[in-house]
């Protein structure tokens, strides 16, 4: 009963990971990040729902207000055309000013890194294939999501974007095969605690 009772809560927080995860997602230009669902996009706003109990709660945000916003199915719109007007990079080279893009607008791992922590909660063995797979392979250009600026053409900005992708794609699939084998060595040692003090508890007499 007790080991039924946490594999529930195990797929009550799985469920609630999904339910965050396939919302969208809008990154304003001051920083505030706001999970909704996109409606419309006009001209000069952005409609957009919450779910407030039973009912999407609809209202308007202004486009010059936001910088990106990245949808639940992998499409990124950037409104920020100048990629520096939010902030400056601390490299001024073309190369440099790649890798800072990169941090920024790429989210194309998490497909990747979703898949690998998944396959690690069932068996962190099975886990590893995965990991290798997709740790070595260089992002697919349609999940780069470059931004949509004056350095978007240049050879060395694209190889320092691309570059740092990678690398974020890699750490971020070994972060969640991390937490996946936790979670999985978590389970099991608590399997096993039960099943102990189920057995010393059995009267043989």
């Known amino acids: 009963m007790a080991t039924m009772k946490k594999l529930f809560l195990l797929i009550l927080f799985l469920n609630a990971y999904w339910i965050t995860e396939a919302q969208d997602v809008i990154k ?52 920020v055309e100048d990629t520096f007007a939010a902030g400056s990079s601390p490299d001024t080279s073309m190369f440099g000013k790649g890798q800072w893009d990169a941090r920024r ?60 992708a990678n690398k974020m794609k890699s ?5 969640n095969y991390g937490i996946g084998a936790g979670i999985w060595a978590g389970a099991m040692t608590v399997i096993v605690i039960i099943i102990t003090s189920t057995v010393s508890s059995v009267d043989y007499r």
Not at 43 to 64: N, W
């Open 171 to 175: 750490r971020k699939v070994w972060k």
């Open 105 to 164: 607008y790429y989210t194309g791992y998490k497909p990747a890194a979703t898949g690998t922590l998944i396959t690690t909660i069932i068996s962190p063995v099975y886990g590893l294939i995965p990991a290798v797979i997709c740790s070595s392979s260089p992002p697919k250009a349609v999940n780069l999501n470059y931004p949509v600026n004056v350095f978007s053409k240049n050879e060395e900005y694209l190889k320092g974007y691309q570059g740092m």
């Open 28 to 79: 304003k230009i001051n920083g505030e990040v706001i999970r909704v669902n996109v409606k419309h996009i006009t001209e000069k706003e952005v409609q957009c729902a919450t779910l407030e109990g039973k009912r999407d709660s609809i209202f308007s945000l202004q486009k010059k207000e936001l910088n990106r916003i990245d949808f639940e199915n992998g499409t990124v719109v950037v409104f």
